[in-house]
């Protein structure tokens, strides 16, 4: 367990965040930090609230300052505006950067030492932003995006083969976006192949669905975007740092000639412990897989092209 976990952002996924990770016993203390008077506190306390009933002793408190987040081992960063329908990830380019640039200022100020978890959008162009304000090396910086994606993917295979979702294992590599790559030469259920299972007609669409798996709820949500699904994924990952259990998860990684790629986040198969970014697994894409990784890398840093750090 650690001793404090902040989450940045009040909003929906970060205090979805913070509820899952009271629920699950990370650390002795969750701070949820947001820019509107009275919503971090109101909602950390109603979570705080729910300890007795859920069984939880984390303390969960709601600040509009870093004061009480100072120290923090692992920081949540979900602030940030969120799609509308029509809106792409990178949209939101601008604005999330400005936001990002600044929590990222206090993170550097008052948790020095902690491992940054990035969810705001667009991620892989976030994460950078992060790396390049606080200053942190590759391995405390690291961001949420194949997590989910694999989620999505996992949930609809496990749908269309009326199977467990736990048995499916796959991973969605690349960036965040309509390029993302999901590896069908690595998934499986329990160890089959998929290729086995489904035929090609059934499979592609599977994989266009996981692709635009976020736009999918924004379109239903209308007024925002999802929480559900992403705040767990970034929960995976905040755990297997906390509980140092060296978990393979695909996550957004600052690349330095992994995959023949550098100088931009893109998601990749990753070691997650208590070092944070511990390893990156550098495994064999067929060349169809190869080429759309570095599309989407590219597509990476074009956006980054579009704001100065
Ligand atoms: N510091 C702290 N919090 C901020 C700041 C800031 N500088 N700027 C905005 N916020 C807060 C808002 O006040 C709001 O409470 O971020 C929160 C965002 O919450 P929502 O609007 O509910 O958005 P959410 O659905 O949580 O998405 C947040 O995560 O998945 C991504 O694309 C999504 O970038 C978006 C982010």
New binding site residues.
Partial sequence: MLDKITV????????TTAQRLAEKHLARTVVL????AG?PQGKGLDQWESAPIEGFDTRVVGANDYGPAAGSEVVVV??????KPGMS?DD?VRT?AD?VK??SQQIKATCPDAIIVM???P?DV?CWVAKQVAGFPRQRVIGMAGVLDTARYRAFLAEALNVSVADIQAMVLGGHGDTMVPLVSYTTVSGIPITQLLPKAKLDPIVQRARNG?AEIVSLLKT????YA?SSAAVQMVEAIALDRKRILPCAAWLEGEYGLSGMYCGVPCKLGRGGLEQILEVELSSEERKALHASAEAVKQTMGVIAV
């Fill in positions: 940045v952002g009040a909003g929906n996924v970060g205090a930090v947001d820019v509107v919503v979900t602030a940030g505006i969120a799609r990830r939101l999330n936001i600044q929590v969810v705001s959008n991620l976030m976020g925002g975007s999802a929480y992403p």
